[in-house]
């Protein structure tokens, strides 16, 4: 596999990880099937959102594949009321990824991100590489240092 963008920001910051490859499902993007074919844990594979704050901009959440974001918590991380989910189409030109490849590391410009506070129990954790297909494995505080993130409460209480 060649190198992603999300690759090359890692390696320049010498930050360690391992590539882990999975066979894309065109009909099921889901972290559900992609933490199946890497053989990880739901709360060890981590899905990519971009939201976009009402006075803060663009904001990345990085959450558990079976979790779903809560809005509001992600607002009030990023110091704003209100924030919602980037319109699909808009995805590709603000971060340089697509769906199902999106990762935290590596977007065309650098945006406030936050990691789901449940990253900081786990020794690592799995992200987009960048691309369909392929997941980085690396620790969370690595994840953190490589994007200047925050590890916050984002998800609806289970």
Known sequence: MKKTNAMRMLDRVKIPYEVREYDVDENDLSGEHVAAQLGEDFDRVFKTLVLRGE??????????????????????????????????????????????????????????????????????IAVSAG???????????????????????LVHAE
């Open 55 to 124: 006075r803060t901009g663009y904001i990345v959440c990085c959450i558990p594949v079976d979790r779903e974001l809560d809005l509001k918590k992600a607002a009030k991380a990023a110091g704003d009321k209100r924030a919602e989910l980037l319109p699909l189409k808009e995805l590709l030109p603000v971060t340089g990824y697509i769906r199902g490849g999106c990762s935290p590391v590596g977007m065309k410009k650098h945006f406030p991100t936050f990691i789901h506070e449940s990253a900081l129990e786990q020794d690592h």
């Open 131 to 153: 691309v369909r297909g392929a997941q980085v494995i690396l620790s969370p505080q690595d994840l953190q240092t490589a994007v200047q993130a925050q590890f916050a409460d």
